[in-house]
């Protein structure tokens, strides 16, 4: 580690081609790259664009728990310490404070540190260090000190790990002036968003889930060239429609796009988005579609209360009350610790029919 931060943090040559490619953002409001032939998992998108990245830049490293010689308690980093070594992928000891930060002082010395969380619940024992050293310095310095960290790794539900393991921390984390929350739902989100993270010069908090990384979905060519990159900030609509609009991130796309084909069958056209970036939050595509639809259902696995579902609604009713047609719904995660027994667990967490019934009631179509 001492090695990495004996390294020049400002590199006078070799870095212009990059600095050129690393530019190029791909423009996805046009159209849809998910509709590639071939597939990927989660887990090999995020892989991949790790990859790409620190072959880019050598500033590049990836820090955490199990990293390295385990390749990852996900195998996000699998093969990565075979080839880059132990200076550039380094196993630490399990104390979430300490690394997190030596990785702002690294980032502060001109590194480029992606911070592994086995688990988001366990970023409370750092999250002094990600809001207060890495998210305000930038600020506090009037410009002087850029951070440019990414701390990701699996956030919210698993299946049957208990309360202190089943946490999303989108609102918590978004709440912050000064990080940029994202939330990938397909492997292209995956993929797109880890590399716009990497090399974004501010901290990004990196919500993945750990029930999506065996998911495999489709992939296009584009997708696939490393100078591929998603914007930080804007929304993909999954699905147009035109009775009702319906905001969601992470795993509950899918459920959301479930719910939408049943809708479906009853004559109701949803209009899916997935958010992708929770701050900055794509507010303009959100309030265009609920202007066209007139109805809004917000959909997250996090708790109700000063969730993002709430941020959505003020939203939407701030800067379009008017169009609205019926009230905003919120379907959330029920306002208890998530239980460990698998029946209970079910119900604490939205399904696919809570979110059918919203939008029939937006669209007084429930019996």
Known sequence: MWGILRRSAVDGGGFSASSLRRTR???????????????????????????EEMSADPKVFVMGEEVGQYQGAYKITKGLLEKYGPERVYDTPITEAGFTGIGVGAAYAGLKPVVEFMTFNFSMQ???HIINSAAKSNYMSA?????????????????GVGAQHSQCYAAWYASVPGLKVLAPY???????????????????????????????FPISEEALDSSFCLPIGKAKIERE?????????????GFVLKAAEKLAEEGISAEVINLRSIRPLDRATINASVRKTSR?????EG?????????ICASVVEESFSY??????????????????????????????DIVRAAKRACYRSK
């Open 25 to 51: 953002f791909a423009l996805v409001s046009a159209r849809s790259y998910a509709a590639g032939s071939k597939e990927m998992t989660v887990r090999d998108a995020l892989n991949s664009a790790i990859d």
């Open 143 to 159: 410009g002087q000190i850029n951070v440019p960290i990414v701390f990701r790794g699996p956030n919210g539900a698993a299946a």
């Open 186 to 216: 397909s492997a292209e989100d995956a993929r797109g968003l880890l590399k716009a993270a990497i090399r974004d010069p501010d901290p990004v908090v990196f919500l993945e889930n750990e029930l999506l990384y065996g998911e495999s």
């Open 303 to 311: 708790f109700p209360q000063h969730g993002v579902c709430a941020e």
């Open 126 to 128: 750092a999250i002094d």
């Open 296 to 300: 809004l259902v917000t959909v997250e």
């Open 241 to 253: 429609g035109k009775d009702v609009t319906i905001t969601t991130f992470s795993k509950m796309v």
């Open 324 to 353: 609205l047609d019926a009230p905003v719904e919120r379907i959330a995660g029920a306002d208890v610790p998530m239980p460990y027994a698998a029946n209970l667990e079910r119900l604490a967490l939205p399904q696919v029919e």
